[in-house]
C-alpha cells in the first residue's frame, strides 16, 4: 500500500476499534466460561472435568492458533494490523478476508496490490469486509435460539437421535473438510492420513492404559506427527 | 452480571437438572444476543468512521457494489454455516464460534478434544457444556496469540526456524484428519463412509460453496438410517 493509506491503515483511532472489537470477543468468551462453570455439575461434570476441559482446549489451541496467526501476516501487508485484527479476531478465515478486500478494492475500480489503491479504495474495503462479515453474526444472533427449539423438538421425539445426529453432522462436516485439504496435493493426502491413524493409536492407547492426560494432548501430538511427515515428503 | 437472577420458584425445585440446563441455555441466549448485537453495532463505526471522519467517503455506488460482490462470493454461508455447525456446537457453542470465527480449524477441533478428554458423549449435556470450554477458552488463546504476532509481527517470524514455517503449510489437514480419527476410533465404519461421502461429492459437479452443507445432511442421513436398522435387528431377536 502507499504511504498515505498505510499512515490511514494503522492510525490511532483505527487501533482503538480494533481493541474494543477484542475486547469484546474475549469478554464474551470469559462470561461463558462463568456460566458453564456454575452449570457443570448439574450435567454431572466434576470439577476434576472442568478443569481438564479447560486444559484440553488450551493445549488443543495453540497449533491451530499458530496456524491462524502465520496466515495472518500476509494479511497486514494488505490490510494494515488494526483492519486485519478486527476481522480475524472476529470471524472468517484469512482466505475468506483477503477474498473479501479483493472484492472490495475491485469495487472502487483498483486491484489491492496496485499503487493506485487510494484512501478511498481502502475504505471501500472497510465498509465491505464490516458489513459482509456481519452477516454471520447476524443469523446467529437472530435464530440460534430458532435452531435450539428445532433440537428441543427431536429430543422430545427420540432423545437418542441428538446424539446420533451430532456426532454424524461432525463427520460429515470433517469428511468433506478432511478430502477437501487431502486431494490438494500428495503431501497433504499424507497429513491428513498421518494425523488421523496418529489420533486413532492416541485414542487406543490413552484408553487401554489409561492416560488421561494424553487425551488432553491427543489433538496437538497428532497434528505434529502428521505436519512434521508432510514436511519430511518435501524434502525429497 | 446477569438480568434473571436466580428466582426459587416452585418449578425449579422440581427437575433439578434439566433446570440447570435450561437456565444455562436462557443465560446463553442473553450473552450470545447481548455481544453479538455489540459487535454488530460495533461493525458500522469503522467505516462510518472512515466515510465521514476521516472524509474518505468512496461515494455509495462503490460502496453498493463491494457488499452485493460479497454478497455473491459467500452470502449464501451466512445462512448454510450457522444451520451446518449447530448440532456440533450446540447453542451456547453457537454463539461463541461465530464471535471468534475460525470454526472447522479451532473451535470444533478444541471443542471435541474437550468432550474426548472426559469421555463426554457427542450430543449429550455434558459433552455440550465441556465443548462450551474447550471453545472459550480457544478464543482466548487464538486472540492472545494473535495480538502477540501482531504487535511482534515480524520478529516473531523471524525466531521461527523456516522448517517449522513450511510444516505450518499442512496445518489444515493435520488438523482435518485427527478431528476424524478421533471420531473414527470407535467407529471405523463410519469415518470411512464420511470419507467417502466427503470424497464423493467433493467431485461432484454442483455449486462448491453447498457441498460441506450437503455433506453433513447426507452422512446424518445415513448414519440415522443404519442406526435404525441396527435398532430394527436387536428388535428382532
Redesign the interface.
Known amino acids: 500500500m502507499n504511504e498515505e493509506v498505510a499512515k490511514v491503515a494503522s492510525s490511532t483511532p483505527l487501533w482503538i476499534m480494533a481493541f474494543i472489537f477484542v475486547g469484546i470477543v474475549m469478554f464474551q468468551a470469559l462470561v461463558f466460561l462463568k456460566i458453564a462453570k456454575k452449570s457443570a455439575p448439574d450435567v454431572g461434570m466434576s470439577s476434576r472435568e472442568v478443569k481438564t476441559a479447560i486444559r484440553t482446549g488450551f493445549i488443543s489451541s495453540l497449533g491451530p492458533s499458530f496456524g491462524i496467526a502465520i496466515v495472518l501476516i500476509s494479511l497486514i501487508a494488505l490490510l494494515g494490523s488494526p483492519l486485519t485484527l478486527m476481522r480475524i479476531g472476529i470471524i472468517g478465515s484469512a482466505a475468506t478476508e483477503s477474498a473479501a478486500a479483493g472484492i472490495g478494492a475491485n469495487a472502487f475500480g483498483v486491484e489491492l496490490t496496485s499503487d493506485d489503491f487510494s484512501t478511498q479504495a481502502f475504505t471501500t474495503v472497510v465498509w465491505t469486509m464490516c458489513l459482509g462479515g456481519m452477516g454471520w453474526l447476524l443469523f446467529a444472533a437472530l435464530f440460534t435460539k430458532s435452531l435450539g427449539n428445532t433440537q428441543k423438538k427431536i429430543e422430545k421425539k427420540n432423545p437418542k437421535a441428538m446424539t446420533i445426529i451430532s456426532s454424524a453432522a461432525m463427520l460429515g462436516a470433517f469428511g468433506y473438510l478432511a478430502s477437501e485439504q487431502m486431494v490438494t496435493s500428495v503431501s497433504h493426502t499424507i497429513a491428513g492420513i498421518v494425523a488421523l491413524f496418529s489420533m486413532v493409536v492416541i485414542m487406543i492407547v490413552a484408553e487401554r492404559g489409561n492416560f488421561s492426560w494424553l487425551k488432553e494432548w491427543a489433538l496437538g501430538i497428532a497434528m505434529v506427527i502428521g505436519m512434521a511427515s508432510a514436511y519430511f515428503t518435501t524434502l525429497f | 452480571?446477569?438480568l434473571n437472577p436466580e428466582k426459587v420458584t416452585p418449578e425449579n425445585v422440581a427437575t433439578?437438572?434439566t433446570?440447570?440446563?435450561e437456565?444455562?441455555?436462557r443465560?446463553?441466549?442473553f450473552?450470545?444476543?447481548l455481544?453479538?448485537?455489540?459487535?454488530?453495532l460495533?461493525?458500522?463505526?469503522?467505516?462510518l468512521?472512515?466515510?465521514f471522519?476521516?472524509d474518505?467517503?468512496?461515494g455509495w455506488g462503490?460502496?453498493f457494489?463491494?457488499?452485493v460482490?460479497?454478497?455473491g462470493?459467500?452470502?449464501i454461508?451466512?445462512?448454510l454455516?450457522?444451520?451446518?455447525?449447530?448440532?456440533?456446537l450446540g447453542?451456547?457453542g453457537?454463539?461463541?464460534a461465530?464471535?471468534?470465527?475460525?470454526i472447522?480449524?479451532?473451535c470444533?477441533?478444541?471443542?471435541?478434544?474437550?468432550?474426548?478428554?472426559?469421555g463426554a458423549?457427542?450430543?449429550?449435556?455434558?459433552?455440550?457444556?465441556?465443548g462450551?470450554?474447550?471453545?472459550?477458552?480457544?478464543?482466548?488463546?487464538?486472540?492472545i496469540?494473535?495480538?502477540l504476532?501482531?504487535l511482534g509481527?515480524t520478529y516473531i517470524?523471524s525466531i521461527i526456524p523456516p522448517?517449522v514455517?513450511?510444516?505450518?503449510?499442512?496445518?489444515?489437514?493435520?488438523?482435518?484428519?485427527?478431528?476424524?480419527?478421533?471420531?473414527?476410533?470407535k467407529k471405523p465404519t463410519?469415518?470411512i463412509?464420511?470419507?467417502?461421502?466427503?470424497?464423493a461429492?467433493?467431485f461432484s459437479p454442483i455449486f462448491g460453496l453447498i457441498?460441506?452443507a450437503l455433506?453433513?445432511?447426507?452422512?446424518?442421513s445415513?448414519?440415522?438410517f443404519m442406526?435404525k436398522q441396527k435398532d430394527k435387528k436387536a428388535n428382532a431377536n
Not at chain 2, 444451520?83 to 456440533?88: E, G, L, S
Not at chain 2, 463412509?193 to 470424497?199: E, K, L, R, S
Open positions: 452480571m446477569s433439578e437438572t433446570n440447570g440446563m437456565h444455562f441455555h443465560k446463553a441466549h450473552w450470545g444476543r455481544t453479538l448485537f455489540t459487535l454488530i460495533m461493525c458500522f463505526v469503522p467505516p468512521y472512515m466515510s471522519i476521516l474518505t467517503h468512496p462503490p460502496i457494489t463491494g457488499l460482490g460479497y454478497a462470493f459467500i452470502g454461508m451466512w445462512v454455516e450457522p444451520i451446518t455447525y449447530y448440532p456440533t447453542i451456547a453457537t454463539y461463541l461465530f464471535l471468534t470465527g475460525n472447522a480449524n479451532m470444533l477441533p478444541c471443542s471435541v478434544s474437550a468432550q474426548k478428554a472426559i458423549e457427542s450430543g449429550s449435556r455434558k459433552a455440550e457444556i465441556a462450551v470450554f474447550g471453545i472459550a477458552i480457544a478464543s482466548l488463546v487464538n486472540i496469540v494473535i495480538v504476532i501482531i509481527g517470524l522448517a514455517e513450511s510444516s505450518f503449510g499442512f496445518v489444515l489437514p493435520a488438523i482435518f484428519g485427527a478431528v476424524l480419527g478421533q471420531f473414527a476410533y463410519y469415518g463412509i464420511a470419507v467417502v461421502v466427503g470424497m461429492v467433493l457441498k460441506i455433506c453433513v445432511a447426507l452422512t446424518i445415513i448414519i440415522l442406526e
